[in-house]
């Protein structure tokens, strides 16, 4: 019981994240630098997280640092991919 | 199939963790993109007639559905007018050329200018702009969303229309830019709507050649096909291998799949939030 309270406080603050995240880029919008700081930081946020949530479960290890951290880098990069197709920067 | 279950599918063959999620695959992944975007940029800049935005947005299609939105709501269509359709162009090229987003340039040109110097006499003239739409659909659905905009679309002040569909660079970012000017001539001449319905209109062909330049690849839907197919791919590795490690209780050490799976679906919706068009 302990266990699934802590998992569910996790997963809500892994949402409030992700979806304050959406909303900044959506009242960012259409201020294209602004839109690149609000990504970025939420991907800095969500490596943050990961790190955090393994810790307190004590299964942290470098291995799971460096996949979140290649996750986070995998987002922004089909993202930048993705600007650079559409809008030419 | 080996292949494709060792890829995506945990298994002796993969150490237990779909091959696609090993750190040395995502890695590949990363450098991939990152140089993909740079030659993205590279050739789009060189080669503007192999790699560039394209539009499908036309004069045409535009005034079918402004006509379309304005007798449904009881107002009389408008008519296509060359002079409107010629301010409107040198509008677009005034925006483009002096690199601003704005009725009003920042040396304080206004739309009437434009609408004066292309021998239209009007009694009432209004400015609708859009950009970054991919469809005219959008863009007119957009403008009724705005009450403002919606006001000059329904205004039965109007009985003329132009408009310009231009592709270019604003602020360093290459869009498609509409900008339509509407016009009323006299107020006595607005009719009611009754007996009006929405035909082809006729718009000259030279008005037409200029809003539909294409280069042979349209650089933002191969981008945004080549964005969401890879997040999808690795949203399906990621669902796949999680339930294959519930289903068969594989105890490893790694991420949790789901935290991964909800920031993937997180970009994909960035992605739609940051090539949604504005108007103004």
């Known amino acids: 019981m302990i266990v699934k309270t802590k998992h569910t406080g996790h997963y809500f603050s892994l949402l409030l994240i992700l979806g304050l995240g959406l909303i900044g880029l959506k009242i960012a919008y259409p201020n294209r630098i602004l839109e690149m700081e609000i990504i970025i930081l939420t991907a800095i946020l969500y490596v943050v997280w990961g790190i955090v949530h393994h810790h307190q479960n004590h299964s942290l290890n470098s291995k799971i640092v460096v996949e979140y951290v290649l996750i986070a880098a995998l987002g922004l990069a089909a993202l930048l991919f993705f600007i650079s197709g559409a809008f030419g920067i | ?280």
Do not use: C
């Not at chain 2, 060792?6 to 696609?20: C, G, M, V």
């Open chain 2, 1 to 280: 199939m080996n292949f494709f279950a060792h890829l995506f599918l945990p298994r002796r063959s993969n150490n237990y963790r779909s091959k696609l999620l090993h750190h040395h695959i995502l890695l590949f992944f990363i450098i991939t993109l990152f140089a993909g975007s740079f030659l993205f940029v590279q050739v789009k800049r060189n080669y503007p007639q192999i790699l560039g935005i394209s539009s499908d947005i036309t004069s045409e299609k535009l005034l079918i559905l402004v006509n379309k939105k304005r007798l449904e709501n009881g107002v009389t269509p408008l008519k296509f007018d060359e002079s409107l359709s010629s301010a409107a162009e040198k509008k677009a090229e005034h925006m483009f050329s002096n690199d601003y987003w704005a009725h009003i340039s920042p040396d304080g040109t206004t739309p009437w200018f434009f609408i004066q110097n292309s021998g239209y006499e009007y009694v009432y003239a209004g400015e609708n702009l859009a950009k970054g739409f991919s469809s005219a659909e959008e863009a007119v659905d957009a403008w009724m969303k705005s009450e403002q905009h919606k006001e000059n679309l329904l205004s039965s002040s109007y009985q003329d229309v132009g408009f310009s569909v231009m592709i270019g660079e604003l602020a360093g970012e290459e869009t498609v830019l509409i900008v339509q000017e509407l016009g009323g001539r006299d107020s006595s001449l607005a009719q009611s709507p009754a007996g009006f319905e929405i035909l082809s209109p006729t718009i000259p062909a030279s008005v037409q050649a200029a809003t539909s330049v294409k280069p042979y690849i349209n650089s933002m839907f191969l981008s945004s096909n080549i964005y969401s197919g890879i997040l999808g791919l690795f949203i399906l590795v990621l669902v796949l291998d999680m339930w294959m490690v519930q289903k068969h209780k594989i105890l490893r050490i790694s991420g949790h799949n789901m935290d991964h799976v909800l920031f993937f679906i997180t970009f994909l919706l960035a992605g739609l939030l940051i090539a949604r068009g504005v108007v103004i």
